[in-house]
Every structure is written in structure tokens, then in C-alpha cells.
Nanobody
Framework: QVQLVESGGGLVQAGGSLRLSCTSS????????MGWFSQAPGKEREFVAS????????YYADSVKGRFTISRDNTKNSVFLQMNSLKPEDTAVYYC??????????????WGQGTQVTVSS
């Protein structure tokens, strides 16, 4: 069993910033990718960003490139998402995920409970 707990969500004005954090507990897998997905009301869950275990490989959705930065701290079993220049369309529940591949497919990955990000205009 893997437990993932997200934090750092909240309400922010357009153009502002938030930093999301996620910490893994229970059984951890040293080589696992970690990353983030988002889900807006009435929409499917969408990929946001992922980072390899050694942090030498990152992958971002086109919509967040240049605005969001993913990082991780393996000593803390944590992954972070620095979100800058936030837009109202970024409003969603953000989920932390970990799994064996950069795409973090639903079938093969573990997920947290989510943290709400709301961007006002």
C-alpha cells in the first residue's frame, strides 16, 4: 500500500503563484516516477507534469510549459509543483501520482486524494 498526501492548494488571483507538495508514505518504490494530474469539474483527469526518480527527466503538458516547475526530494519522499502565472483555466483538483513510467497511467499508478486549486480573475 502506498499513501500520497497533497497540500498547498488554495485560492489565488490570476497571475499569482502556488506551490503544491505531496508526500508519499507506506511502501515506497525508489525508482518510481512522481507527478501531478488535474481534474476540473465535469472533465476528465488530465496529465500536468512528471519527474523521474533521479530528476534527470521531466515531462510537462503543453498548457503549463514555462509556467509550472516540477521537482522532487527523495530524502523526504516528496514531489512539488511550483505554479506561476496561474490562469483561471488552471482551476481544478490537483492529484499527486507515482508509478513506474513517465506517463503515470491510471492502471499502473498510485494516487492521492487531491488538493483544490482555484484561480480567480
Amino acid at each position: 500500500q502506498v499513501q500520497l498526501v497533497e497540500s498547498g492548494g488554495g485560492l489565488v488571483q490570476a497571475g499569482g503563484s502556488l506551490r503544491l507538495s505531496c508526500t508519499s508514505s507506506g511502501r515506497t518504490f525508489s525508482n518510481y516516477v512522481m507527478g501531478w494530474f488535474s481534474q476540473a469539474p465535469g472533465k476528465e483527469r488530465e496529465f500536468v507534469a512528471s519527474i523521474s526518480w533521479s530528476a534527470d527527466d521531466t515531462y510537462y503538458a503543453d498548457s503549463v510549459k514555462g509556467r509550472f516547475t516540477i521537482s522532487r526530494d527523495n530524502t523526504k519522499n516528496s514531489v512539488f509543483l511550483q505554479m506561476n502565472s496561474l490562469k483561471p483555466e488552471d482551476t481544478a483538483v490537483y492529484y499527486c501520482a507515482t508509478g513506474p513510467g513517465m506517463l503515470l497511467t491510471i492502471r499502473h499508478s498510485y494516487w492521492g486524494q487531491g488538493t483544490q486549486v482555484t484561480v480567480s480573475s
